[in-house]
Every structure is written in structure tokens, then in C-alpha cells.
């Protein structure tokens, strides 16, 4: 089902919270809401499932206009950051709630409970109480609970964050799976990009309340559109030097650089900020750049290194493991000119 | 490790003396008392042997034999020195000293056989009138005769001729002081009486409960629903009946049921006829004393209760609203569960204490109209410290109190069993 918010705006104490957002999920789609911690995911969250009030603003699902709707009619399944699994019934009891409220007969309640228990794989764990399982059989458990009475909407509340770094791989593709298979429309809370980009269609990232920028998740990466989204993608992050625009050329990090195609308009100004993909600063790309190794990160695969310019500014690049270098070492790199982002004083994408 | 053990025996001292003193010694002294039959007639100390003429009806229930009961009866005469004296003073000395001569320390059953001596003797006395006033001076009874020591009594019991076997019987009748006895404990599980009070406990206890409880849940739920200030507003007026000292409490109840007080008053002009609202039949009574007793538990519950909600977390409410639970199904379904602890506990604490409480009870009903609302402890007070007879009988009372005690730690013990005492302290009862 498809959720359109219009206009939505959250107060707390008269301060708002969540600013003007305006926001379309197609049906069927994952969307990730990331963004730093305190920037209204949840509170987002909260509003679209009726927890919250929305101060100004409205709700759709599909063509039904649910803004004053309450939580209990909306028919969204919620997992939220710590589970909130119900301490005091078992594992099967939790998951049928949803039905017992709605006062199913107990032969269908058994059989959804099963059927549901089999897609997120903890069918062995039913007569449990939550205190008796792990964090990712709980997770299952609230994604189970969430799931089982074909809500609308699913909305997931850093489901992940709670889990160990190996879990939490498996648990994100299980997600995933889970999504598409029952083609159910998601909205899924986090402040970690990679779970982001790795598992949804598409990302609205926000900031302070607004959504910045909403696109596909390599699209993001490749054409952020302000300093903050380039800076909030990418793991290790991108690194920035201001850099002055002449007629010809461009210098920047020390260097006198030839001006890159697509900076070739006239209208630009002549200061601007360069931001640099660790993936985009090597040997491999020429040797006009000259700087030393401040340190090296090894990462089994790849090493990562810190270069110190020598105009101070520091850059970082991403190669194959070896270990032909040495920090203090002296180098003489390039740059990937055509993937180089540009970025006006106020940090937009020119 | 050993002078950190006998540091906490040192910390432990002045509870241990608390405890001590506050609660294993009256329970002791209740477990003594009861097996006595001490009251305001015996005193609390030793008392004296004395045999009066109405405790011979009473010791031949206790089966005396009729030998000992004529013997106890009868007056015999013995030449003694106090007999000798007043015969000299009336009679003249030589008479005396010659009875002292002939018959010094001889008893003689009957006035007769004396006055038979005094007529044989050299220096007679000639009127048979004085003659019996004569025999009269040497007449003595165990009846109405008071003897400090034991050994007396029972020497002057043998002389009268009882029998051999009835006189610990004797003895024990004629002892005016206290002493040990298990009649207490038969006499209370033989009268009707006791089990109207049992009754009257168990429904005291269990309505009263019942009403704490609910009601207590009722507020804590209600005002967990309501906007913050209205709520604590709420339940701070809740919470008077249990901050006022009990007697003002009482009266201000009792201004309210007065035949002219505030009920009677508001429902004059509807027609209802003004009467005493607390005292009329025992119905009024019962019901006010639960009302009495249950706001000041439930204002208590309410207390409990309510943090016991907002101990629930947050996010747990929010997930059965998305859930599709109404308020009452997450109410039933999630709030009531998390007070399971909370409700367990409130209910034994207020078990234990409402089956020894009557201060409530006795400042309003008093146990009436008639004994209808006199409860255990109640009549236990009444038994031992408080009646109208004006016979206080302590041993009596602390056989009740005894029971109610008894009653009591096995509760606690099934309580602390269900607690599972030790996880209860170790860790907190809100299941998150
Ligand atoms: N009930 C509330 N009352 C007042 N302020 C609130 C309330 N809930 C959230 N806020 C504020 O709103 C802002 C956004 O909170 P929100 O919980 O949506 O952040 P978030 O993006 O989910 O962060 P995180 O990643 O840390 O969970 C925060 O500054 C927070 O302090
Ligand atoms: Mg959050």
C-alpha cells in the first residue's frame, strides 16, 4: 500500500521536531529513514503508526486519509528499538496478540501463528517467554508479531541496532527477504548507512527535523546533494579540501590540477569545497598530489591510508592490501578527477 | 573473613534487640499468659489459700468427694494457745491453765465432746450456756480462713479430716492467686461465641481485601489514564484517609452517619427518614466498616499500583496500541499482568495487618450492634483489657491473641513461599 505524507510537521514543547516533511512510498517498497541520532526518525515513525498526534499535515494510506485515525485502527505492524516484547506471555502469545485482540478463533490463530513462526524461523521456540531468548530470536519475534496481521504498512524502529555485527548481516537480509516476499510496504528507522543502502529501494536521509535528500541508494551516493549527504554516506567517509577555480586549471591540496570536465562551467565561484571518495584517491590515478602517510588502517582486504597534504589539508584512500608503505613514507598519488563532488560555501552540490 | 562476620553481627545487634523485644517477647508473654487464668480477681502475682463456703458447690464439680466436702464444712475445736488465752480472760486463769494441763493441743470433733471435757474438769464451768460460749472460743474452720503459705493450708486441710486424694483438688480451689491452666483454650473452642468471631474476621478480612484491591486498581488505572496534574490532584485527595491520624478519620465518619449528621441531612428532603447510617442494623454497620477500613488499603494500592504502571515501559503500552488493543484489552492483557507482583504483596501485607487491626472497629462499631462486627482481635482486646463485667481476663485474651498469632506467621510463611522470599529481594518484581 502505497503512504503518502503531506506536510508533516511534529512539535514537542512548541519546538518542532519533524519540519514540513513531505514524503511518497510506492507500494511494495522499502524505504530507510537515516539520519544522526535526535534528527525525528522515530518521532516520523511514531506518527505514521498514530502514537503521536501530527501537529500539521496529513496521512495517506493508499487513498484513505488515516490522519486521525488511532494506532489501533491504522493496521501497521510496528517493531520497535528494543522489541517491546510483552515480558509476561510466551513467544507464541506475543506473536498472537495481534489476533487475540482482534478475537480470531483459536484454530486460525494457530495456524497464522505457525505459518508466520516458519517465515522468520523460530518455530522451535514458541513455549518460551522473551526473557528466554537471544536478541535476534527476539527481533524474529518482533517481526513475527509485526507481521501477522498483514498490516499495510510495516515500520521497523532500528530493528538491528541491538545485535551483534554478524547477526545483525543475517538479520538485515532476512528483513529483506521477509519484505519482498510478502510484498508488504516498509519503512525502516536507522542511523547506520550501510543497512540503509544495502537493504532498501530508496533512502530519505534527514537532518534536524527535514529530509534532505530521498533517492536511490547508489544515485545518493554518487550525486549527494549537499556536503551533509556526502558526508553521512560512505564508509570510510569522504573527505573535503577547499580547492580555488582558474581559468584553466584548479588548485587544491597543494597542487595545481587540471579543471575537471564537469566543472567547466563559468558561472562558478572561484572558492569552492572538493569532496573526495577514499576509493577515488591513489597511485592508480596519476602522481600530481604530493603528501605523507599519517597512518595505516589495515582491513584484511583493503588498507586504508591517511595522507597529510602539503598544504595540511588530509586526505584518505582506499587500495588492495600490501605493504610496500610505511607511515612517514612520502608519496605521490592522483585524483579520479571526473568523480570529484564540488560544493559551494553553504556545503550545496554545484 | 571471621571479624567481618562479627561485624555484621555488630551492625545486626539493634535490630536483633528491636526484634527482640518488639516482637518475639509479647509473643511469648502472649504464649505464657494464655495458658494462665489471669485476671483483674487473681492479680498478676502469688496469691493466698482461702476457702470460702460458695467454693465448695465448685469443688464438687471438680469431684471432691462428699467425705472431704463434710469434713472442709465442719467447725472442730482444738485446745490451741489462742483459744487458751481468750478462755483466761473470760473465764478466769485457772481454768485455762488447767484445760492447758488436761487436753493441751487435742482436738475434739464436735462442740460436745469439748464442752464434755470442760464439765469434767476440778475447776468447772457450771451454766451449760457458758459452757458452749466456752467450747465456742476453741472453734475453728478452714472456711473464710486465709493462709499465706501452702504448707499451712494443706496441714490444716489434713487436720480436718479430708481425704488424702482430693487435696490438690482443695488446694487449687482455694489458691486465689493465678495459675497454669489450658481451660482458656477449651473454654474459647467450646462457646459458640468464638466462631462468630472467626466468621466475622474472615468476612472483615476478605471484603475488606476485596475492596482494597479493586478499588485500589480502579484508581491507580483510572488516573494512570488521566492527564498528569488532574491525576496527581486525584489521587493526593485519595491518599488523605491514609495521612489523617485514624481518630479524626473515625469522626469525621462518623459526623457523616450521624442520625443528624451530613447523610441523614442530604436525604432528609428526599424523604429518608434520618437515622444512624453506621449503627442502624448490622448491614450498616458492616458496610461502613469496610468502606473505613477499605479506603484507607486502597489509597495505599492506589500508591502501588500506580508506580507499578508507570514502571511498564513505554515502548511495551505503544506496541499493543499498534497491536489493535483497546484500552480495556490492554488493560486486562498487559497492565494487569505487570501488577501481579504488586497485587500478591499488597494482598498479604494487607492480609497480615487487617487480622490484627481493630482500631478502626473499635473507634467506630465497637463490635456492634450486638457482637455483630466484633472481630478476633477485637474481641481479644475486648477479653483482656476492655469490658463491662469489669473482669479483665488476661489469660482469656491472650489465648485469642495466641491463635491470631499463630494464624499469622503461618500465613506469612505461605506468603513468603509464594513470594519465593529470596528472588524478592534479589530482584526487582516489574517484569520488562
Ligand atoms: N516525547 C518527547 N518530548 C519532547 N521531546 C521529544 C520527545 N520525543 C522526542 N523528542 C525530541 O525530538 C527529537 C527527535 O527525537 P527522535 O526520537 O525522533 O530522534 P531519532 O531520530 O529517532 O534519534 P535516535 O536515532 O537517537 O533514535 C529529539 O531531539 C528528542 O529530544
Ligand atoms: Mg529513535
Same mark, same amino acid.
Given at each position: 500500500?502505497?503512504?503518502?505524507?503531506?506536510?508533516?510537521?511534529?512539535?514537542?514543547?512548541?519546538?518542532?521536531?519533524?519540519?514540513?516533511?513531505?514524503?511518497?512510498?510506492?507500494?511494495?517498497?522499502?524505504?530507510?529513514?537515516?539520519?544522526?541520532?535526535?534528527?525525528?526518525?522515530?518521532?516520523?515513525?511514531?506518527?505514521?503508526?498514530?502514537?503521536?498526534?501530527?501537529?500539521?499535515?496529513?496521512?495517506?494510506?493508499?487513498?484513505?486519509?488515516?490522519?486521525?485515525?488511532?494506532?489501533?485502527?491504522?493496521?501497521?505492524?510496528?517493531?520497535?528499538?528494543?522489541?517491546?516484547?510483552?515480558?509476561?506471555?510466551?513467544?507464541?502469545?506475543?506473536? !498472537?496478540?495481534?489476533?487475540?485482540?482482534?478475537?480470531?478463533?483459536?484454530?486460525?490463530?494457530?495456524?497464522?501463528?505457525?505459518?508466520?513462526?516458519?517465515?522468520?524461523?523460530?518455530?522451535?521456540?514458541?513455549?518460551?517467554?522473551?526473557?528466554?531468548?537471544?536478541?535476534?530470536?527476539?527481533?524474529?519475534?518482533?517481526? !513475527?508479531?509485526?507481521?501477522?496481521?498483514?498490516?499495510?504498512?510495516?515500520?521497523?524502529?532500528?530493528?538491528?541496532?541491538?545485535?551483534?555485527?554478524?547477526?545483525?548481516?543475517?538479520?538485515?537480509?532476512?528483513?529483506?527477504?521477509?519484505?519482498?516476499?510478502?510484498?508488504?510496504?516498509?519503512?525502516?528507522?536507522?542511523?547506520?548507512?550501510?543497512?540503509?543502502?544495502?537493504?532498501?529501494?530508496?533512502?530519505?536521509?534527514?537532518?534536524?527535523?527535514?529530509?534532505?535528500?530521498?533517492?536511490?541508494?547508489?544515485?545518493?551516493?554518487?550525486?549527494? !546533494?549537499?556536503?551533509?549527504?556526502?558526508?553521512?554516506?560512505?564508509?570510510?567517509?569522504?573527505?573535503?579540501?577547499?580547492?580555488?577555480?582558474?581559468?584553466?586549471?584548479?588548485?587544491?591540496?597543494?597542487?595545481?590540477?587540471?579543471?575537471?570536465?564537469?566543472?567547466?562551467?563559468?558561472?562558478?565561484?572561484?572558492?569552492?569545497?572538493?569532496?573526495?571518495?577514499?576509493?577515488?584517491?591513489?597511485?592508480?590515478?596519476?602522481?600530481?598530489?604530493?603528501?605523507?602517510?599519517?597512518?595505516?588502517?589495515?582491513?584484511?582486504?583493503?588498507?586504508?591510508?591517511?595522507?597529510?597534504?602539503?598544504?595540511?589539508?588530509?586526505?584518505?584512500?582506499?587500495?588492495?592490501?600490501?605493504?610496500?608503505?610505511?607511515?612517514?613514507?612520502?608519496?605521490?598519488?592522483?585524483? !579520479?578527477?571526473?568523480?570529484?563532488?564540488?560544493?559551494?560555501?553553504?556545503?550545496?552540490?554545484? | 573473613?571471621?571479624?567481618?562476620?562479627?561485624?555484621?553481627?555488630?551492625?545486626?545487634?539493634?535490630?536483633?534487640?528491636?526484634?527482640?523485644?518488639?516482637?518475639?517477647?509479647?509473643?511469648?508473654? #502472649?504464649?505464657?499468659?494464655?495458658?494462665?487464668?489471669?485476671?483483674?480477681?487473681?492479680?498478676?502475682?502469688?496469691?493466698?489459700?482461702?476457702?470460702?463456703?460458695? /467454693?465448695?458447690?465448685?469443688?464438687?464439680?471438680?469431684?471432691?468427694?462428699?467425705?472431704?466436702?463434710?469434713?472442709?464444712?465442719?467447725?472442730?475445736?482444738?485446745?490451741?494457745?489462742?483459744?487458751?488465752?481468750?478462755?483466761?480472760?473470760?473465764?478466769?486463769?485457772?481454768?485455762?491453765?488447767?484445760?492447758?494441763?488436761?487436753?493441751?493441743?487435742?482436738?475434739?470433733?464436735?462442740?460436745?465432746?469439748?464442752?464434755?471435757?470442760?464439765?469434767?474438769?476440778?475447776?468447772?464451768?457450771?451454766?451449760?450456756?457458758?459452757?458452749?460460749?466456752?467450747?465456742?472460743?476453741?472453734?475453728?474452720?478452714?472456711?473464710?480462713?486465709?493462709?499465706?503459705?501452702?504448707?499451712?493450708?494443706?496441714?490444716?486441710?489434713?487436720?480436718?479430716?479430708?481425704?488424702?486424694?482430693?487435696?490438690?483438688?482443695?488446694?487449687?480451689?482455694?489458691?486465689?492467686?493465678?495459675?497454669?491452666?489450658?481451660? /482458656?483454650?477449651?473454654?474459647?473452642?467450646?462457646?459458640?461465641?468464638?466462631?462468630?468471631?472467626?466468621?466475622?474476621?474472615?468476612?472483615?478480612?476478605?471484603?475488606?481485601?476485596?475492596?482494597?484491591?479493586?478499588?485500589?486498581?480502579?484508581?491507580?488505572?483510572?488516573?494512570?489514564?488521566?492527564?498528569?496534574?488532574?491525576?496527581?490532584?486525584?489521587? &493526593?485527595?485519595?491518599?488523605?484517609?491514609?495521612?489523617?491520624?485514624?481518630?479524626?478519620?473515625?469522626?469525621?465518619?462518623?459526623?457523616?452517619?450521624?442520625?443528624?449528621?451530613?447523610?441523614? &441531612?442530604?436525604?432528609?428532603?428526599?424523604?429518608?427518614?434520618?437515622?444512624?447510617?453506621?449503627?442502624?442494623?448490622?448491614?450498616?454497620?458492616?458496610?461502613?466498616?469496610?468502606?473505613?477500613?477499605?479506603?484507607?488499603?486502597?489509597?495505599?494500592?492506589?500508591?502501588?499500583?500506580?508506580?507499578?504502571?508507570?514502571?511498564?515501559?513505554?515502548?511495551?503500552?505503544?506496541?499493543?496500541?499498534?497491536?489493535?488493543?483497546?484500552?480495556?484489552?490492554?488493560?486486562?492483557?498487559?497492565?494487569?499482568?505487570?501488577?501481579?507482583?504488586?497485587?500478591?504483596?499488597?494482598?498479604?501485607?494487607?492480609?497480615?495487618?487487617?487480622?490484627?487491626?481493630?482500631?478502626?472497629?473499635?473507634?467506630? #462499631?465497637?463490635?456492634?450492634?450486638?457482637?455483630?462486627?466484633?472481630?478476633?482481635?477485637?474481641?481479644?482486646?475486648?477479653?483482656?483489657?476492655?469490658?463491662?463485667?469489669?473482669?479483665?481476663?488476661?489469660?482469656?485474651?491472650?489465648?485469642?491473641?495466641?491463635?491470631?498469632?499463630?494464624?499469622?506467621?503461618?500465613?506469612?510463611?505461605?506468603?513468603?513461599?509464594?513470594?519465593?522470599?529470596?528472588?524478592?529481594?534479589?530482584?526487582?518484581?516489574?517484569?520488562?
Amino acid at each position: 500500500m502505497k503512504i503518502e505524507l503531506r506536510n508533516f510537521t511534529k512539535r514537542f514543547d512548541g519546538q518542532a521536531v519533524v519540519d514540513n516533511v513531505s514524503l511518497t512510498i510506492e507500494s511494495g517498497e522499502m524505504i530507510a529513514l537515516l539520519g544522526p541520532s535526535g534528527c525525528g526518525k522515530s518521532t516520523s515513525l511514531f506518527s505514521i503508526c498514530g502514537i503521536h498526534r501530527m501537529d500539521e499535515g496529513q496521512l495517506l494510506f493508499g487513498d484513505k486519509d488515516v490522519t486521525n485515525l488511532p494506532s489501533q485502527k491504522r493496521n501497521v505492524g510496528v517493531v520497535f528499538q528494543n522489541y517491546a516484547l510483552y515480558p509476561h506471555m510466551s513467544i507464541f502469545e506475543n506473536i !498472537a496478540f495481534p489476533l487475540v485482540v482482534q478475537k480470531a478463533d483459536r484454530a486460525t490463530i494457530r495456524r497464522k501463528v505457525a505459518d508466520i513462526a516458519e517465515l522468520v524461523q523460530i518455530s522451535d521456540l514458541l513455549e518460551r517467554k522473551p526473557a528466554n531468548i537471544s536478541g535476534g530470536q527476539q527481533q524474529r519475534t518482533a517481526l !513475527a508479531r509485526a507481521l501477522i496481521r498483514r498490516p499495510d504498512v510495516l515500520l521497523l524502529d532500528e530493528p538491528l541496532a541491538n545485535l551483534d555485527a554478524k547477526l545483525r548481516l543475517e538479520m538485515r537480509s532476512e528483513i529483506r527477504r521477509i519484505q519482498s516476499e510478502t510484498g508488504i510496504t516498509a519503512i525502516l528507522v536507522t542511523h547506520d548507512q550501510v543497512e540503509a543502502m544495502s537493504i532498501c529501494d530508496r533512502i530519505a536521509l534527514m537532518q534536524k527535523g527535514k529530509v534532505v535528500q530521498l533517492d536511490k541508494p547508489r544515485e545518493m551516493y554518487a550525486n549527494p !546533494a549537499n556536503m551533509f549527504v556526502a558526508e553521512f554516506l560512505g564508509n570510510p567517509p569522504i573527505r573535503f579540501m577547499p580547492a580555488e577555480l582558474h581559468e584553466n586549471q584548479m588548485i587544491a591540496g597543494g597542487a595545481a590540477l587540471p579543471r575537471p570536465q564537469h566543472l567547466k562551467q563559468s558561472n562558478l565561484p572561484d572558492k569552492i569545497n572538493l569532496g573526495i571518495r577514499p576509493e577515488h584517491f591513489g597511485p592508480q590515478f596519476g602522481n600530481e598530489i604530493s603528501g605523507h602517510i599519517l597512518a595505516i588502517e589495515t582491513q584484511g582486504r583493503e588498507n586504508l591510508y591517511d595522507v597529510a597534504l602539503s598544504d595540511g589539508g588530509v586526505l584518505c584512500s582506499i587500495q588492495p592490501a600490501n605493504d610496500h608503505l610505511n607511515p612517514g613514507d612520502t608519496i605521490q598519488w592522483g585524483i !579520479a578527477s571526473q568523480h570529484l563532488l564540488a560544493f559551494d560555501g553553504q556545503g550545496e552540490r554545484i | 573473613m571471621k571479624h567481618i562476620s562479627w561485624l555484621g553481627v555488630g551492625f545486626l545487634t539493634p535490630a536483633l534487640l528491636i526484634v527482640g523485644f518488639l516482637f518475639f517477647a509479647p509473643v511469648v508473654m #502472649t504464649a505464657v499468659f494464655s495458658f494462665t487464668n489471669m485476671s483483674t480477681a487473681t492479680g498478676i502475682s502469688g496469691g493466698d489459700y482461702l476457702l470460702s463456703p460458695n /467454693n465448695l458447690d465448685e469443688m464438687q464439680a471438680h469431684g471432691v468427694s462428699q467425705k472431704t466436702l463434710d469434713a472442709l464444712a465442719d467447725t472442730t475445736y482444738q485446745v490451741d494457745d489462742h483459744g487458751l488465752l481468750l478462755l483466761a480472760q473470760e473465764f478466769g486463769t485457772e481454768i485455762a491453765n488447767e484445760l492447758k494441763e488436761r487436753h493441751n493441743n487435742d482436738i475434739f470433733k464436735n462442740r460436745g465432746e469439748l464442752e464434755r471435757a470442760l464439765k469434767d474438769m476440778k475447776h468447772r464451768i457450771r451454766s451449760p450456756r457458758d459452757r458452749k460460749k466456752a467450747a465456742d472460743l476453741f472453734g475453728t474452720s478452714i472456711l473464710n480462713q486465709r493462709f499465706t503459705s501452702k504448707v499451712d493450708f494443706i496441714t490444716a486441710v489434713i487436720q480436718t479430716g479430708a481425704v488424702q486424694a482430693d487435696i490438690p483438688a482443695v488446694t487449687s480451689v482455694a489458691y486465689t492467686g493465678w495459675q497454669w491452666t489450658t481451660n /482458656n483454650f477449651k473454654r474459647l473452642f467450646s462457646l459458640p461465641a468464638t466462631w462468630r468471631y472467626a466468621l466475622n474476621t474472615l468476612a472483615y478480612v476478605t471484603l475488606t481485601l476485596v475492596f482494597n484491591i479493586g478499588f485500589g486498581l480502579f484508581l491507580a488505572i483510572s488516573t494512570f489514564y488521566m492527564p498528569e496534574g488532574f491525576a496527581n490532584t486525584f489521587r &493526593t485527595i485519595w491518599f488523605l484517609p491514609r495521612i489523617l491520624p485514624p481518630v479524626l478519620y473515625v469522626l469525621m465518619w462518623k459526623w457523616f452517619t450521624w442520625d443528624t449528621g451530613f447523610l441523614s &441531612t442530604i436525604l432528609a428532603p428526599l424523604g429518608i427518614p434520618a437515622q444512624n447510617w453506621m449503627m442502624q442494623t448490622s448491614t450498616h454497620a458492616w458496610v461502613t466498616i469496610i468502606l473505613i477500613n477499605g479506603s484507607v488499603g486502597a489509597s495505599l494500592g492506589m500508591i502501588l499500583f500506580s508506580s507499578a504502571i508507570r514502571s511498564i515501559p513505554a515502548s511495551m503500552l505503544h506496541a499493543s496500541e499498534v497491536d489493535g488493543a483497546s484500552r480495556f484489552q490492554q488493560i486486562r492483557h498487559i497492565i494487569l499482568p505487570q501488577l501481579r507482583w504488586p497485587i500478591l504483596f499488597l494482598t498479604s501485607y494487607e492480609t497480615l495487618s487487617l487480622l490484627a487491626s481493630f482500631e478502626h472497629i473499635l473507634l467506630t #462499631t465497637d463490635g456492634g450492634p450486638g457482637k455483630s462486627t466484633e472481630v478476633w482481635a477485637l474481641a481479644a482486646f475486648h477479653t483482656a483489657l476492655r469490658n463491662y463485667s469489669g473482669n479483665l481476663q488476661y489469660g482469656y485474651g491472650a489465648a485469642f491473641a495466641l491463635i491470631l498469632v499463630a494464624i499469622g506467621i503461618a500465613a506469612s510463611l505461605v506468603y513468603m513461599r509464594l513470594f519465593n522470599f529470596r528472588d524478592l529481594v534479589s530482584k526487582p518484581r516489574i517484569e520488562r
